[in-house]
């Protein structure tokens, strides 16, 4: 039987009324948003259900609400599928690795939740901090975006960020640098979009937020992972409550390593992927880093009714 991994995506996937769909299908489903409002301390599925794009922008409201949404549609999907037994691997993209996590057993519903609202709270922080941003690079490699960055930065902050998919990679920075990168990158023969983010995420300008989460982390309970979960900075498997702990710090400031996760899952045998949260970012991204892979995208409730189950079972 072909092996499945479960992955999540992270900030950016967002979407106006996520989520809103599944609290009167699904009882697991309305209890997660329930419990989230009292652990935040505010109405964070109101804005799920009915806040705006520039609501959902925010840092600080975007990942709780991302994290949280996914987890909906998990617990939702969980009363029909043994989940963690049928989706055996799991991944997520930044933010979304916290729900890999979750999924995992490695982090508790309590936990997770505090974790992402004070994680996005102080990449918020940090990037009010300082004038800085993100491009995306079309058409190049590792090699070439880190040359880039070292010509663009001229004694500034500007490195890989995201390294998503063959030819697509972000980089983060001082925005000064970012404005140089667009126009060197564009003399270089390559595309180069500037980002609407708040800051330079995964970047050494986001260390005051990786200090602050180390401080959070501290206290908090991890469990080894019951299934394999794969680590964002290192492009393998985490190995346990210690090296988790320390990676989701290192995570802030270094650069997601999202292509090389996939393509270990697919040399591992999970041809099959189950995209769970709001939007359908990862499923391009998978395709893009192998065409053979096939991925489902669930984000609604009419995702888990009309998916043949068979296909993530």
């Known amino acids: 039987m072909q092996k499945k991994a479960a992955i999540f995506p992270g ?7 996520m989520g809103a769909d599944l ?14 409002n009292a652990l935040v301390g505010f109405d964070l599925r109101a804005l799920c259900f009915e806040g705006t794009p520039e609501q959902l922008e925010a840092t600080d409201v975007q990942q709780p ?15 029909r599928v043994d989940t963690r037994s049928m989706l055996s691997a799991t991944a997520g993209l930044s933010l979304g690795e916290y729900t ?12 997770v939740v505090r974790l992402v609202q004070r994680r996005g709270q102080l990449m918020q922080a ?16 590792e090699n070439q975006a ?5 010509e663009a930065a001229q004694g500034g902050v500007l490195s890989p960020a995201n390294l998503n998919c063959p030819g697509q990679i972000v980089i983060s920075g001082d925005q000064a ?5 667009v126009e060197l990158a564009s003399q270089k023969g390559f595309r180069a979009v500037a980002l609407k983010v708040a800051g330079a995420f995964h970047s050494p300008l986001m260390q005051s937020a990786a200090d602050g989460l180390a401080e959070v ?61 709001p939007n359908r970012v990862l499923k391009g991204l998978v395709r893009k880093i192998d065409k053979s892979a096939k991925t489902v995208s669930i984000g609604k409730i009419e995702d888990i009714k009309q998916q043949d189950l068979a296909s993530i079972s």
């Open 11 to 17: 900030q950016g996937s967002q979407l106006s009324g």
């Open 23 to 36: 609290v009167d299908a699904s009882a697991r489903a309305k209890e997660v948003y329930e419990q989230a």
């Open 65 to 79: 609400a991302i994290l949280v949404t996914s987890i909906a549609l998990l617990e939702a999907l969980g009363e």
């Open 100 to 111: 890999a996590l979750y999924h995992a057993g490695c982090l508790k519903f309590e936990d």
């Open 126 to 141: 940090a990037a009010n901090a300082v004038d800085s941003g993100m491009v995306s690079l079309i058409g190049v490699d």
């Open 146 to 150: 880190k040359s880039i960055c070292d």
């Open 177 to 181: 640098a970012c404005d140089r990168s």
């Open 217 to 277: 982390l501290t206290d908090v309970e991890i469990n080894a992972p019951s299934i394999p979960v794969m680590s964002n900075v290192t492009g393998g498997y985490h190995e346990n409550p210690q090296s988790i702990r320390k990676l989701l710090v290192d995570q802030v400031t270094q650069p997601v390593r999202w292509q090389d996760c996939v393509e270990k899952l697919i040399a591992d045998g999970y041809q099959d992927f189950a995209e769970i949260g």
